[in-house]
Every structure is written in C-alpha cells, then in structure tokens.
C-alpha cells in the first residue's frame, strides 16, 4: 500500500566518543561516467575527510547481516542528476557511493527504477527485468551493484507486488479476449448490471476499484490508479513469473526486495462489498473499511512461498511495507515460524507525530513483545511520510530535535531505515501553489492534501546551483532554499553537524556490544519527559536519555539499577563531561548516551 494507506486506511492522517580504528576512505574517483568536472561538482562527501570515521561493519557477511544494517532508501528522482535532465539516474547513486560507505550504510533500498508510464512514479511498472531509460541501463545497474559490493554495501530493490502497469505486455494480452492464455493474470469479472461495476470496492485514489473494458465487455480491479490493474496470484502463473523476476535480480546481485502493498494481494474471491463507514473521504467517496480486498488471509501463505525463493538465496532479505492499525498485527508478517518477512516495517513510531515518551515507550513495547520474537524494524520517515524534521520539530529547536530522533532510532535494538537527507536534516519543501504540484495525489486532493513532493525534493550536495543535484538544468522538483548550508559538503568536516552526529550513533551500533547485540531494557517509566533505556549485552551496558522537551530535565537512578552509579560518555548532545547516574541533567532536548558501571 505504499505506506500512503498511512494518510488513507488509517484515518486519512494529514495529520568520536566510541569509534574504533578504520582504514582509511576510498581515494576519490570518478565512478558515474560522467564528465570529470560534472562529478567534481557533485561529489562532495569524497572531496574532503570525515571528521568522523565509521568503522567497518564486522557482521556484513553474515547470513542475518540485516540485524546489525543501516538501510537507507533513496528515490532515484531525486538523489543525483548525472545527465542533466532533471531526473536523478543510477550513475548518481553510484557517484555517490562514497558519502554513503562513511555515513556507514549497509543496504541501499531503491524505489522503483523498472520501465513504467510514471503513472505513479515508478509504482506501474511495464517490464520487471529492465530499466527505465530516464535512470539508466542494465548495465548502469550491474555497475552499481558492483561498485556497491566494493564498498560492502548491499543493493536492495522496490518489488510492486499487487499489480503491473497496464502498459506491461501481460495486461496489453489480457485485454484482448476471454479466453487470452493472459487473461486470468489479472482480475476480470462481469459488472452487476449495465454500468454497474462487480463490487461496491473504492480506490484508494478515488474512484472506483474497477474500470470498464468494452472490448471484453467485463471489468478489471485496481486498488490503485486504473493503470495499475491489480495481478491475479491465484493463478498459479502469476505466482511461477513473479518469483522468476526475484530470482532473475538475485542472480545479478540483488540482495533483497521491499515489498510494496503486500496487503493487497488477493481479493475475496465471492467478491463482496467492503463496509461504508459514515462520510466522505478527501476525493468525495465513501469512508470504506478495505476487509473484502486486503489484508485477506491469502496473503500469508504467498509470502511464505515467496520466502522459500528467497532462502534458496544466502543472506537475500524481505522488507515488508507492512501497515497495520494496532502494532501487534505486525506479528503476522514475520510468519508463524520467521517464515515469512524477515523486516515488516514497523510504522507505528510514524503516527505519534508528536514528542511523547509515553507513546513512543508504549510503540516499542509492543514490538519488543511480539510473538514470535521477530526483529524489529524501525521507520520515521519515507518518500510517502513526512520528513520526521518537520512532523516533530517545533519550528524553533527543529535541529536539536532531529538528533533526539536519530539517537532514538539508531540506538533501538533493531534496524533502522533510513531517508536520504535525514542524515543533513533535510526539510519538505511542500509546494505553495496547487499548479506547482506534481504528485497526482496532491492535485486530487489539494488544498487539504498537498501530495507527496514535499518529502521528495532534490538531496542537496553542496552550496552550487540547485544544491550540486546537477549541472544546472531545472530539477523535477524544487531544491529547499536552506541547501547552502544543509548540503553534504558544508557538513562533512564539521564535528558537530547533523552529518557527524549520524556518523558517531552508526559508530555506536557497530563497534559497542551493548548496542550491536544487547537486550532493550525500558527505564523511567513513568516519565512523560524522558524517554530513557538501557542496551545490555552480556559484559556491557548502554544507558540512553532523551530529553523530548524543551526544559532542562533531572534524572537519577539507584546505584544497583545499572549496575554502579559511575558511568563513561559515550556520545552527547552538551559539552558536559562527567555522568554521575545518580544525578544527571538533560539540556532542553538533549541527548545522553553513556557505559553504565564503568569509570570515565
């Protein structure tokens, strides 16, 4: 569902203290094929030394290197333009390898990049074995995924699921007779009666799920755009081609696929109508409860076959977009036995939208309980949520509150997923003018829904025209206006920017056992100020404080809680030195992480 179901389904929200030693950084080269100067321009992140060194992640050929990753999600539109269309490419990506092997990436998650109309960005795709000409060739992704591996950086792609465009060669068949050897790929039924579609079933972007077909005189079901005809994988065929498309980017190195809408893969198959609830949603159409085409038990059994392909495979992983209404229904896709996603993206940290330690303790809790011990997978922002910069800040500490929340969710126990340009505290850049908007979402739903552009502008490099995103040819959407000092290149050398800041908490995930490998330990409970707990391996112990206001705030602990009241910094927001857990002060929206029960 594209985590859009979390503006739709759910209510329609618009709502180096620790390093270790490292080998030096790559020399800087020219990998894109670009111009030299065009790649000079661009290239920021190798042009100068880190001020801080990431080391190696010493976990990466595991076969659940995943457990220990940094994922980070890059919408190709936007990340870097090496030919001066406009439109981000893979050369950019590959270009930039660099900045992401120091930030200390693990895994690359890129949306889709396959051939499509662009219907909806990518998400109809016309050839699931291809590249889109505007990103690329196969041969630009072979060079990625190579010059990835070099750098033990994984390549993990956007799988869409629940339906193709209907531009792709299956579709262009099915349509054309009853009786076409394509026709039960998709979903096809007789209407009711004349101009009457099958079911009562909504689109989730407006309209009905189904469009008429005169040619067949039947109806197909889209839960998405009409371009998007849903598959049917209650065809045996359907199921036999789309695992062939994993095992095709396997073979070429993929490690692992990100699920796109796994809930919405099978429709009832007495096709019943959904439930209306009261009122009209922000297209006009009735509030409808999605029970007869999604999240259908069918769902888990696909998954687990496609779980067998995928361990067929060392070390491939599936990352789930998985949105659930109560945070215990995520158990579901991890399988009964781990058998199904190894990463059910857990969105629920998403929707709190404001800084409550109460309501974040409760969101971990949950995780940290579930069932069947699944490892948890944490998400706050995405190219469909929000930039978390502006849902938490408050407009006058945007920055400071930005690190409360790297700090939170780098130092879970878990995997952290995260956007490009977090790592600078990039900004959405919302459009003002309902002509400037681009996402069909936006122009459908403004003023109340302005879109999906605002989180997805041009990363931003360096100080040059349009944030060094490309040689200066207009970019598909706005670069912010705060890019010449939010840019890689300013941050890079800076110890105490955004960039660095990212750099030292990876630093911790890597190199201290407590926070690679320890139990989470909620601590202060009761707090509605400090978010607050403890990492414990079985020789060390992290203690992590976040201050989620904007006053100081005192904290203490007895001298058995943690083993001593003695602790050594690790990583903090003040230039305080000495931690005393008997008495700690937090500065307005600070950050404390220490080694509890050893001396400085």
Not at 46 to 62: E, S
Not at 266 to 274: G, I, K
Not at 285 to 306: A, C, F, Y
Request: hydrophobic share 35%.
């Amino acid at each position: 569902m594209r985590t859009l179901l979390l503006r739709k389904i759910a209510g329609l929200i618009l709502i180096t203290c620790c390093s270790l030693a490292a080998p030096g950084q790559p020399a800087a080269r020219e990998v894109g094929g670009a111009p030299a100067v065009r790649a000079a321009a661009r290239s920021t992140a190798i042009a100068q030394k880190p001020a801080i060194t990431v080391p190696p992640n010493r976990f990466a050929k595991d076969a659940e290197w995943w457990k220990r990753a940094v994922f980070y999600e890059i919408y190709p539109r936007s990340y870097a333009d090496t030919d001066n269309d406009g439109v981000g490419d893979l050369k950019g990506i590959t270009q930039h390898l660099d900045h992401l092997q120091a930030l200390g990436v693990d895994a690359i998650w890129i949306t889709p990049c396959f051939p499509s109309p662009q219907v909806d960005f990518g998400y109809d795709v016309s050839d699931y074995r291809d590249i889109d000409p505007q990103y690329g060739t196969l041969a630009d992704m072979d060079r990625l995924i190579a010059e990835a591996e070099k750098r033990n950086i994984k390549i993990i792609l956007d799988f869409v699921m629940n339906h193709s465009s209907d531009q792709h060669k299956w579709f262009q068949e099915s349509k054309k007779s009853r009786d076409n050897p394509y026709r039960d790929y998709y979903v096809w039924r007789d209407g009711q009666g004349p101009g009457q579609p099958p079911t009562n079933w909504i689109s989730l972007f407006g309209g009905s799920g189904w469009t008429y077909e005169a040619r067949t005189d039947q109806w197909y079901h889209h839960f998405f755009y009409p371009q998007q005809p849903d598959l049917n994988w209650r065809n045996p065929k359907v199921e036999q081609e789309m695992f062939d498309v994993v095992r095709y980017w396997f073979k070429k190195g993929v490690y692992g696929f990100r699920l796109d809408a796994v809930d919405t893969l099978f429709e009832d198959p007495a096709f019943r109508d959904n439930p209306n609830d009261p009122g009209k949603n922000a297209y006009g159409d009735p509030n409808q409860r999605h029970v007869m085409d999604s999240k259908l038990p069918e769902v888990h059994t696909q998954l687990q076959g496609l779980r067998r392909v995928v361990d067929e495979f060392h070390g491939r992983v599936l990352v789930g977009e998985t949105w659930t209404n109560k945070a215990e229904e995520l158990a579901d896709y991890y399988g009964p036995k781990n058998n199904e996603v190894h990463m059910p993206m857990y969105f629920n940290l998403t929707v709190i939208n404001r800084l409550s330690p109460a309501a974040f303790r409760e969101k971990i809790r949950v995780i940290e309980s579930n069932p069947v011990g699944g490892w948890p997978v944490y998400v706050l922002s995405n190219h469909d949520i929000r930039r978390h910069i502006d849902r938490y800040g408050d407009g006058q500490n945007n920055d400071k509150i930005a690190r409360v929340m790297a700090a939170l969710y780098l130092t879970l126990r878990g995997t952290a997923v995260l956007y490009y340009g977090e790592e600078i505290a990039m900004e959405n850049n919302d459009p003002k003018r309902k002509e400037d908007v681009k996402d069909v979402i936006g122009q459908r739903g403004w003023p109340q829904e302005k879109g999906r552009d605002g989180e997805r502008t041009p990363m931003q490099w360096n100080a040059s025209a349009n944030a060094g995103f490309n040689d200066g040819a207009t970019p598909w959407l706005p670069v912010h206006e705060n890019y010449k000092t939010k840019n890689v290149e300013t941050q890079t050398s800076d110890p105490k920017s955004m960039l660095n800041w990212y750099r030292q908490l990876i630093t911790l995930r890597r190199s201290h056992p407590a926070f690679y490998e320890g139990a989470y330990v909620p601590l202060l409970e009761d707090s509605d100020s400090v978010l607050a707990y403890a990492r414990k391996s079985k020789d060390k112990t992290g203690v992590v404080l976040l201050n989620m206001t904007a006053s100081p705030q005192k904290v203490s602990f007895s001298p058995t809680q943690l083993g001593g009241s003695s602790a050594k910094p690790l990583l903090r927001t003040s230039d305080a030195k000495d931690i005393d857990l008997r008495n700690v002060t937090l500065e307005p929206f600070g950050v404390v992480i220490a080694e509890a029960g050893s001396a400085r």
